[in-house]
């Protein structure tokens, strides 16, 4: 009898881990949007100075040229919400795809600035669609106790992304002697930056025409077979009493009709819904603490305060890699430690780092291309940086996605999530193309500013931000 006990028990543990496994790989297979989102948005970092010099660019004009693709991400991001609904996730999915691998070969292929813009605006579009996507689709999929790890998989899919794309940039100009060089096929080196992109962009649209549709998405068209089908597989469910259950949990958190537009998001007051404005800040505050001004312009940016161009390319790669590493750490912690707790003590880090990077930059001599930092402070500087990363990459960077992927209720979470995205990208924007006049007038005082922006984020999540660790999605509120 025991035997047998014993036999039923292992038996079930082995059909749990066979179901944790499949999950992790549909998750993994969504997250390469997210792959795609640090690489398209970081590749620029190797091809800024080729590019201003190669096109006569002045400072506003390259601000605009790094930037551009922000705001196809903003306009992706706006729609993929409403677009994700009607065609559902894995089919938006796709389209976003087409979108990234259509933008690789123009801007890669690009005769003029006007060109690179064109063409870097459409691979925005795809990536602020993936953005909106991949972490709604994942916590769609994913059984509430491990719902924070593989939620944060969409970060450590773009930080990889970033350490690839700078990888990749770093590779190409050496090979070429420089990124202004000609590599292959009469091309310069920075328009193979660009054109590699292609290659991931094939591998996101092939795996993700084989992960299954959203289950909470099917039951809400109504396609119940294919939903029970779908939990049966991801949730480690088998009998129909169970099935039935957790269906009729997910039509309950439903809207009768499931056709959600942004009148949904609106209070019975007017105006938004507290947790939408939640999801919005949130959004917003992770981009202001300039973030992506390290992963955009760093290769510039060490270059100017005395680095080699070799160093330079260096140094940024291996802040992409400790970037990679404190992810990971984030992901073993999300579901111990919680979202709330990570986001504070990372707030409070960012703050004391950039303020540390912008005592620093006080020091220097000169402005713009002539700048200066001497010994000791741009070592100080650089290790404030790292540091900084490391705030950001354990809590703002892969905590936010995990809370706009789970924190808003069924009914609205794809079209909340656009609306939140849509934010982030307009925020970054905001903060990517000012970043070269505010370094005009002085990196001190750029850095001061992300310094005093990450303090307010401190704030933020201490009085808004509620923790989500172990709530069904069924549960959420507005």
Known sequence: MNLN???SADAALGEASRTTARVVLIAAAAAIGGFLFGFDTAVINGAVDAVRAGFGLGVAQIGFAVSCALLGSALGAWYAGPLADRMGRVRTMQVAALFLLLSALGAGLAHN???????????????????VIAPAYIAEVSPANVRGRLG????????????????????????????????WLGLEAWRWMFLVASVPALIYGVLVLGVPESPRYLVARGRLPEAKIV????????????????ISDIAHSLRAEYRPSLRDLR?????????????????????????????YYSKTLWHSVGFSDADSFTISVATSILNVLVTLV???????IGRKPLLLIGSAGMTVTLGMM??????????????????????VALV??????????????????VLLGEMFPNSIRAIALAVAAAAQWVANFAITSTFPWLAEVGLSFAYGLYALFAFLSLLFVMKAVRETRGIELEDMRA
């Open 330 to 336: 984030a992901i073993a912690l999300v579901d111990r």
């Open 152 to 183: 944060s998989m969409q970060q450590l899919a773009i930080v990889l992304g970033i350490f690839v794309a700078l990888l990749s940039d770093a590779w190409l100009a050496s090979t070429a002697g420089g990124e202004s060089r000609v590599l």
């Open 113 to 131: 600035v006007w060109q690179l813009a064109i063409w870097r605006v459409v691979g925005g579009i795809g990536v602020g669609m993936a953005s």
């Open 358 to 379: 912008a005592w620093c930059f006080s020091q220097a001599a000169g402005s713009g291309a002539a700048l200066s930092l001497p010994a000791p402070w741009n070592i």
């Open 267 to 295: 209070g019975p007051k007017g105006g938004l819904l507290p947790i939408v404005w939640v999801g919005i800040l949130l959004s917003v505050f992770q981009q202001f603490v300039g973030i992506n001004v390290i992963f």
């Open 384 to 401: 404030a940086a790292n540091a900084y990363v490391v705030c950001f990459g354990l809590s703002w960077g892969p905590m936010v996605w």
């Open 231 to 246: 939990l049966a597989k991801v949730l480690d469910m088998h009998s129909d009493a169970s099935l039935d259950a957790k």
């Open 5 to 7: 006990k014993d036999t």
